[in-house]
């Protein structure tokens, strides 16, 4: 089995170590004899070509930068909505959740999205920061990370990535964090994001290879007791008794 | 009569300090601050000569600590805030202690390192004359938000400072952009040739500041520092006025500055930017330059600069390092020690830390594994996050420990010839306590 991720502007969008997500991704796929491929997509290429990839990853940048992926992205919004609608993977953090949504409305002004999802977000008074926590349906275990955006996000029906347990989420009373659509993860959490949840990971890896594959059934377990115990470790300290907060 | 009783308050608290056993660098000033808030108001007043600043990322503690040592030892009177309290609190602390019992402070020159993110608050009372920018990283980003909204402040206050010469890395694009505010001036420092390999690694300011357009580099040092220039609106590295050459990075450091030979004892590349900045600092300030390595002579390290303490026979060297490159070259440091070694790593994440840690994602941690390494010991409040990093990077990781001391036993008790333990902020002083226990080897 093999599964393609790319990279969607490294060079732009890797603002909070979001190369830690594309080598979770890349090595829970290895260590269990899948091959994995990770290519990128810069400002440098001219092509955009995603009709054999599995797995896309759209990081964060400043405002200035996501700005600029923006100008770029929105060429290929068709392509990248019909992966959406057709079952890609798609896993988005920061500013490239933002830049799913229809705009993304700052002081002075308003940055187009790519209207993947009927979402939008405004720019808020206060930067909401620090660390997060949340309970989520998709998985057993609490999803933990950091959260550090100036942006607000509305994300009117859709299931969000998680109740927030402890943290801000989608804006200042939101109570939710991010968005769980189709195969589409979007979420303002880094950290990165993957390393400490192996479980959103290997959901993510899960929900790739079964499109991809009609007879896959299930990953094979990994030894994960590290990832466990950073993972406990911030639902315990900020949660406190096991995240029954 | 508000300002004596600040700083008879605030000389009692360092007294009290002292006697609890802790090292007040900032908590006397706050508290002075709050009785008398325009304390230090009177320092351009006081001091006769110049007020000279340094703000940047790295190399700020370092390169104000050498600019004032060279100062006394030509004999001023400096003002410094020498342990690196770089807020108003800590310039407030300073001032409190300099002071006699009747609120006097007398000084030729002062030394001030400033926190970029303070520059505004201090400049409301304190003017440089001279203001050095070292560089400008990644660095608390959940303080500061991004690096952008650092620049803006620190233009903010490079207007608010007046007639003020700035001294700035003309390697850095993130810093150059200073030196073209109106009405500003600058004279810059670099290093005009290339020393490391080129290596792809996390680049801070790839986009032209003034246009947005990627910048292109003839070569670079490390970072963003480099000879850089934008294809698309013609910024480029200035030619520097302190122009370093003919670099050579085995112990003692070898350079020139414009032609004069320069030899230091110091480890990593980066002391040369903050050697080169003392340089020039001293020239724009009208100190001769003469005899330029025996002013720094009288220089100590502050604490975790590279500094070596000796444990059952073996070298034990702490590095302090608070972002992804500083990181870095700490770990380039390491690597350029061809000796068997083995590493410590402490993470912590307080507020002084910054507390998001996934800066640890940006670091070149996978280059630690060379062949010389013996043993990596990961410690610290955030002991998981940067063991997981080493997990997926492929390194194995010998020894989990909530102990610091553990792991130092440990790494001494084996056959390599080095220990190299890189520590960030709040890992620094607990750190160097264990390490002067067991150097006294008072177990």
Request: glycine residues 8%; charged residues 25%.
């Amino acid at each position: 089995m093999n599964i393609k991720i790319m990279h969607l502007y490294p060079d732009l969008l890797n603002l909070y170590g979001d190369r830690g997500n594309i080598e979770c991704l890349r090595k829970r796929l290895i260590w269990r004899g899948i091959d994995a491929e990770v290519v990128t997509h810069t400002c440098d290429d001219t092509s955009f070509d995603i009709s054999d990839v599995d797995i896309i990853f759209l990081g964060g940048g400043s405002d200035r930068e996501q700005k600029i992926v923006c100008t770029r992205l929105l060429e290929h919004k068709k392509e990248l909505k019909d992966f959406v609608e057709n079952g890609g993977s798609l896993v988005a953090v920061c500013g490239g959740y933002q830049l799913l949504g229809k705009y993304y409305k700052l002081e002075d002004q308003t940055i187009p999205g790519l209207e993947i999802l009927d979402i939008y977000t405004e720019q808020g008074k206060k930067r909401l920061i620090g660390n997060i926590v949340l309970k989520s349906d998709i998985i057993d275990e609490e999803i933990v990370g950091f959260e550090n955006h100036g942006g607000r996000t509305y994300t009117g029906n859709y299931k969000p990535l998680g109740k927030t347990l402890y943290g801000h989420g989608n804006h200042d009373d939101a109570g939710a964090e991010g968005v769980v659509y189709k195969n589409v993860i979007a979420t303002y959490l880094h950290g990165p994001l993957l390393p400490k949840n192996p479980q959103l990971c290997d959901h993510i890896l899960k929900n790739a290879l079964k499109k991809k594959y009609k007879d896959f059934t299930e990953l094979d377990p990994l030894d994960d007791e590290l990832e466990h115990m950073a993972n406990r470790y911030i639902v315990e300290r900020f949660c406190g008794n096991g995240g029954k907060a | 009569m508000r300002k004596l009783i600040a700083i008879w308050a605030g000389k009692l608290l360092t007294v009290a300090g002292k006697l609890v056993g802790k090292k007040s660098s900032a908590s006397p000033g706050a508290f002075a601050l709050k009785i008398c808030p325009d304390l230090v108001s009177d320092i351009n007043k006081i001091v006769k000569k110049k007020v000279i600043v340094t703000c940047g990322t790295n190399g700020k503690t370092t390169t104000n600590n050498l600019v004032c040592s060279a100062l006394e030892a030509k004999g001023y009177k400096v003002l410094c805030n020498r342990l690196g309290a770089n807020m108003l609190s800590g310039i407030a602390t300073t001032y409190i202690q300099s002071a006699d019992i009747f609120g006097r402070v007398r000084a030729d020159y002062a030394c001030l390192e400033i926190d970029e993110a303070y520059t505004p608050i201090v400049f409301k009372q304190v003017k440089p004359d001279i203001m050095i920018i070292t560089n400008l990283f990644r660095d608390q980003l959940d303080r500061y938000g991004e690096i952008d909204i650092t620049v803006n402040i620190i233009k903010k206050a490079i207007a608010q400072a007046g007639d003020v010469k700035l001294v700035l890395n003309a390697d850095d694009p993130l810093c150059v952009q200073f030196g073209r505010e109106p009405g500003v001036k600058a004279v810059y420092y670099g290093i005009s040739e290339q020393v490391l390999p080129q290596v792809d690694d996390t680049k801070e300011g790839r986009f032209c500041p003034i246009c947005g357009a990627e910048q292109r580099f003839n070569f670079y040092h490390y970072s963003q520092l480099g000879d850089f220039y934008c294809p698309e609106c013609g910024y480029k590295r200035p030619d520097p006025e302190y122009d370093i050459r003919n670099v050579s990075l085995k112990t003692p450091i070898r350079f020139t500055i414009n032609g004069h030979q320069m030899e230091v004892n110091y480890k990593g590349f980066y002391n040369i930017y903050n050697l080169a900045a003392v340089y020039a600092a001293l020239d724009v300030a009208s100190e001769s330059t003469d005899d330029f390595a025996k002013l720094l002579e009288g220089y100590k390290p502050q604490i975790g600069r590279m500094q070596e303490f000796n444990i059952n026979g073996k070298p034990v060297i702490l590095s302090l390092s608070k972002n992804p490159a500083g990181f870095n070259q700490a770990i380039s440091t390491v690597n350029t020690d061809d000796r068997k070694k083995d590493v410590i790593i402490a993470i912590n994440d307080l507020a002084n830390d910054g507390r998001d840690v996934s800066w640890l994602w940006d670091v070149d941690f996978h280059k630690i594994k060379d062949e010389n390494l013996n043993s990596l010991a990961t410690t610290g409040i955030r002991v998981y996050d940067i063991s997981l990093r080493f997990k997926y990077a492929d390194i194995k990781v010998d020894l989990m420990t909530d102990s610091m001391k553990e792991a130092v036993l440990r790494a001494v008790n084996t056959n390599s010839e080095a220990v190299y333990v890189l520590v960030n902020y709040t890992a620094l002083y607990p750190t160097e306590s264990v390490l002067k226990e067991l150097e006294r080897g008072s177990v």
